[in-house]
T-cell receptor
Framework: ETGVTQTPRHLVMGMTNKKSLKCEQH?????MYWYKQSAKKPLELMFV???????ENNSVPSRFSPECPNSSHLFLHLHTLQPEDSALYLC??????????????FGPGTRLTVT | GQNIDQPTEMTATEGAIVQINCTYQ??????LFWYQQHAGEAPTFLSY??LDGLEEKGRFSSFLSRSKGYSYLLLKELQMKDSASYLC??????????WGAGTKLIIKP
């Protein structure tokens, strides 16, 4: 049990659909992250929230929209996605991005397929 | 640009030792991390190095040379459950983690 949960675990959506991914952390951490993981590619950091404030947005297309209502919950709203957006979307949390080891705890991910 | 290089795949024998290398070029350095990721599962933290030298944690050790932009993860007494991908990541001057593509380690009996 990593303390970070994600729903749904699998999602198939058409290019015109709107869906949301949910992440919840039960570790009392202050920072939460969205990553995209494609086969044989490095993890791509999409968004970072620290104390509910967005601190990073790595040139992510506007069809991905994050929401962080509190330090325990993180959403990724999806609309008009493209087939190349099919990937594993991982959520992570950590105590403090600027301090020491600050290991990130990952959720199990949502396997997204865009048809 | 920022870059992390590690071998795509390695094969080793159960009970043996394997060393997974990682070289990096980043804008600044604030620590290097190794994570393990089993197929279909989330990455889990293995080690953190911020100073030069070797950090030992049970069967796993991680080494860092900041002047060479180089690290390795050493796995001893390999077990079948060590079959996984091993991800190297460097935290840069903006405290952003830059990730390598991972090394898939295959353990054979």
């Amino acid at each position: 049990e990593t303390g970070v949960t994600q729903t749904p675990r699998h999602l198939v959506m058409g290019m015109t659909n709107k869906k949301s991914l949910k992440c919840e952390q039960h570790l009392g951490h202050n920072a939460m992250y969205w990553y995209k993981q494609s086969a044989k590619k490095p993890l791509e950091l999409m968004f970072v929230y620290n104390f509910k404030e967005q601190t990073e947005n790595n040139s992510v297309p506007s069809r991905f929209s994050p929401e962080c209502p509190n330090s325990s919950h993180l959403f990724l709203h999806l609309h008009t996605l493209q087939p190349e957006d099919s990937a594993l979307y991982l959520c992570a949390s950590s105590q403090d991005p600027g301090q020491g080891a600050d290991e990130q705890y990952f959720g199990p991910g949502t396997r997204l397929t865009v048809t | 640009g920022q870059n992390i290089d590690q071998p795509t795949e390695m094969t080793a024998t159960e009970g043996a030792i394997v060393q997974i290398n990682c070289t990096y070029q980043t804008s600044g350095f604030n620590g290097l991390f190794w994570y393990q990721q089993h197929a279909g599962e989330a990455p889990t933290f293995l080690s953190y190095n911020v100073l030069d030298g070797l950090e030992e944690k049970g069967r796993f050790s991680s080494f860092l040379s900041r002047s060479k932009g180089y690290s390795y993860l050493l796995l001893k007494e390999l077990q079948m459950k060590d079959s996984a991908s091993y991800l190297c990541a460097v935290r840069n001057s903006n405290y952003q983690l830059i990730w390598g593509a991972g090394t898939k380690l295959i353990i054979k009996p």
